[in-house]
Antibody, heavy 117, light 111 residues
Framework: QVQLVESGGGVVQPGRSLRLSCAAS????????MHWVRQAPGKGLEWVAI????????YYADSVKGRFTIARDNSKNTVYLQMNSLRAEDSALYYC??????????WGPGTLVTVSS | QSALTQPASVSGSPGQSITISCTGT?????????VSWYQQHPGKAPKLMIF???NRPSGVSNRFSGSKSGNTASLTISGLQAEDEADYYC???????????FGTGTKVTVL
């Protein structure tokens, strides 16, 4: 069965950086695009970024473009989200999700990021 | 890129049918047959319920169905059950600057 486990969240000051990881198992990781989706406390879902199955294509939400970088290591079955110049509005639960066409077929439990001084 | 518009809340009695709308534009919902729907119970990760407008993943009850007309997609839950009480989100691929967009979310209450 598909399993996705995020890690790397925590409390960070505005302007600092954080790197999230998502370890995948139970499917052929190198064949699937992978997404990051976030949810601020009590708010709705917001798509953040996608990386193609081979890592060559990456797309971002306008709200994070130029600050966040998505990457993957198919040898480690892991997808990453490097978050720089963090702002208070980036505080959220960050989910990684397995791409299925243009939908998200499986989700991890999420990792919480809090940006606060 | 603005979020797709959903009603904040929808309610129904057990056994009834309810429909949740998801309104976008001609750049997303109206152009692509790439609308998906997600169910999220409190404190849990979202679950895929419908993909590509009308398709149900294996294991999802056939009480859930999807459709689309113009710039508006819809999720219908028939034979409403207590376990259907949750938040529901639509999502679409978009030709806008943001590649994917979610709806604002709808809280479904079973009376």
């Amino acid at each position: 069965q598909v399993q996705l486990v995020e890690s790397g969240g925590g409390v960070v000051q505005p302007g600092r950086s954080l790197r999230l990881s998502c370890a995948a198992s139970g499917f052929t990781f190198s064949s699937s695009g992978m997404h990051w989706v976030r949810q601020a406390p009590g708010k709705g879902l917001e798509w953040v970024a996608i990386v193609s199955h081979d890592g060559t294509n990456k797309y971002y939400a306008d709200s994070v473009k130029g600050r966040f970088t998505i990457a993957r290591d198919n040898s480690k079955n892991t997808v990453y989200l490097q978050m720089n110049s963090l702002r208070a509005e980036d505080s959220a639960l960050y989910y990684c999700a397995k791409g299925f066409g243009t939908s998200y077929s499986d989700w991890g439990p999420g990792t919480l990021v809090t940006v606060s001084s | 890129q603005s979020a797709l518009t959903q009603p904040a809340s929808v309610s129904g009695s057990p056994g009834q049918s309810i429909t949740i709308s998801c309104t976008g534009t001609s750049s997303d919902v109206g152009y692509y047959n790439y609308v998906s729907w997600y169910q999220q119970h409190p404190g849990k990760a979202p679950k895929l319920m419908i993909f590509d407008v009308t398709n149900r993943p294996s294991g999802v009850s056939n009480r859930f169905s999807g459709s689309k007309s113009g710039n508006t997609a819809s999720l219908t839950i028939s034979g409403l059950q207590a376990e259907d009480e949750a938040d529901y989100y639509c999502s679409s691929y978009t030709s806008g600057s943001t590649t994917y967009v979610f709806g604002t979310g709808t809280k479904v209450t079973v009376l």
